[in-house]
Nanobody, 123 residues
Framework: QVQLVESGGGLVRAGDSLRLSCAASGLTVNNYGMGWFRQAPGKEREFVAAYKGGSTYHTDSVKGRFTISRDNAKNTVYLQMNALKSEDTAVYYC??????????????????WGQGTQVTVSS
């Protein structure tokens, strides 16, 4: 049984940093595409970042501020978020799946999801 458990969310001020963690069990993160998505109130779930093979991918709005990384020994994926803005406020979800490069930005491409962690950035 696959489980993805996110942690690290919270309430911070604009300009602060947070690091989200996604601890996986039932699968090996090194063998799957691992993604981070977010969903703000009233909005659709959107792609934030992904790690597939040895490559990372970030949506334009977070490039230079957010970094996805992976610790194979801990079977955990991270999202380091720096210079947070109020528009980053959302529930952040970790996802895993047998994705291909052309579809890793699409939520429906992922097979498993975590429960989400709230990130609130106050201005």
């Amino acid at each position: 049984q696959v489980q993805l458990v996110e942690s690290g969310g919270g309430l911070v001020r604009a300009g602060d940093s947070l690091r989200l963690s996604c601890a996986a069990s039932g699968l090996t993160v090194n063998n799957y595409g691992m993604g981070w998505f977010r969903q703000a109130p009233g909005k659709e779930r959107e792609f934030v970042a992904a790690y597939k093979g040895g490559s990372t991918y970030h949506t334009d709005s977070v490039k230079g501020r957010f970094t996805i990384s992976r610790d194979n020994a801990k079977n955990t994926v991270y999202l380091q978020m720096n210079a947070l803005k109020s528009e980053d406020t959302a529930v952040y979800y970790c996802a895993a799946g047998r994705v291909i490069t052309s579809t890793l930005r699409t939520a429906s491409s992922y097979n498993w999801w975590g429960q989400g962690t709230q990130v609130t950035v106050s201005s």
